[in-house]
T-cell receptor, first 113, second 116 residues
Framework: AQSVTQLGSHVSVSEGALVLLRCNYS??????LFWYVQYPNQGLQLLLK??????LVKGINGFEAEFKKSETSFHLTKPSAHMSDAAEYFC???????????FGKGTHLIIQP | DSGVTQTPKHLITATGQRVTLRCSPR?????VYWYQQSLDQGLQFLIQ???????AKGNILERFSAQQFPDLHSELNLSSLELGDSALYFC???????????????FGPGTRLTVL
């Protein structure tokens, strides 16, 4: 069985500061990893995904994430936060034998002016 | 706009009742997934259909069922509703068949179900 742990249900950063959202996973097989963002009253939008190949993955809106197998982590970063980044962020994992995504509990990102 | 549509946006009903949620996938997508988002359980995968056939099951209750029609739209049927079924229900679609779990899932805006 696979699982995802997102450390910190709420993260607050100042506008212009580094954003770091943490995600650790467990999976019995090499995982596929995803970050989704959910804005208020909207569905989920894919930010980026890791399947194979380069472990540093770049996504939309300036976000990137690095797959670290030794640490079973897939943390999401952005060098400089913008007010429009305020949203709920979900890390998800999919193994090669399942089609549904297993999501973490989510991290609410707050941007302070 | 992801291209996935869901109706209705909001649904209020009473315990014991039955409701049907509808999802139209993106043009060209053959797979439809249903997810439930609640405060206590978070986002949970319920079930997947591919080209009309059930392909994967997650944490779906026996009171819930789904189907995918020849035009690829899907319906999620929830029966004998309980207060705990109140949640946001998302539909997602992708091109992928079973085993191609690298494909991106595109999510609809969701249906908010309130059971009173």
């Amino acid at each position: 069985a696979q699982s995802v742990t997102q450390l910190g249900s709420h993260v607050s950063v100042s506008e212009g500061a580094l954003v770091l959202l943490r995600c650790n996973y467990s999976s019995s097989v090499p995982p596929y990893l995803f970050w989704y963002v959910q804005y208020p009253n909207q569905g989920l939008q894919l930010l980026l995904k890791y399947t194979t190949g380069a472990t540093l993955v770049k996504g939309i809106n300036g976000f990137e994430a690095e797959f670290k197998k030794s640490e079973t982590s897939f943390h999401l970063t952005k060098p400089s936060a913008h007010m429009s980044d305020a949203a709920e962020y979900f890390c998800a994992v999919s193994d090669r034998n399942a089609d549904g995504l297993t999501f973490g509990k989510g991290t609410h990102l707050i941007i302070q002016p | 706009d992801s291209g996935v549509t869901q109706t209705p946006k909001h649904l209020i009903t009473a315990t014991g009742q039955r409701v049907t949620l509808r999802c139209s996938p993106r043009s060209g997508d053959l797979s439809v997934y249903w997810y439930q988002q609640s405060l206590d359980q978070g986002l949970q995968f319920l079930i997947q259909y591919y080209n009309g056939e059930e392909r994967a099951k997650g944490n779906i209750l026996e009171r819930f069922s789904a189907q995918q029609f020849p035009d690829l739209h899907s319906e999620l049927n929830l029966s004998s509703l309980e207060l705990g079924d109140s949640a946001l229900y998302f539909c997602a679609s992708s091109v992928a068949a079973s085993g191609l779990s690298t494909d991106t899932q595109y999510f609809g805006p969701g249906t908010r179900l309130t059971v009173l």
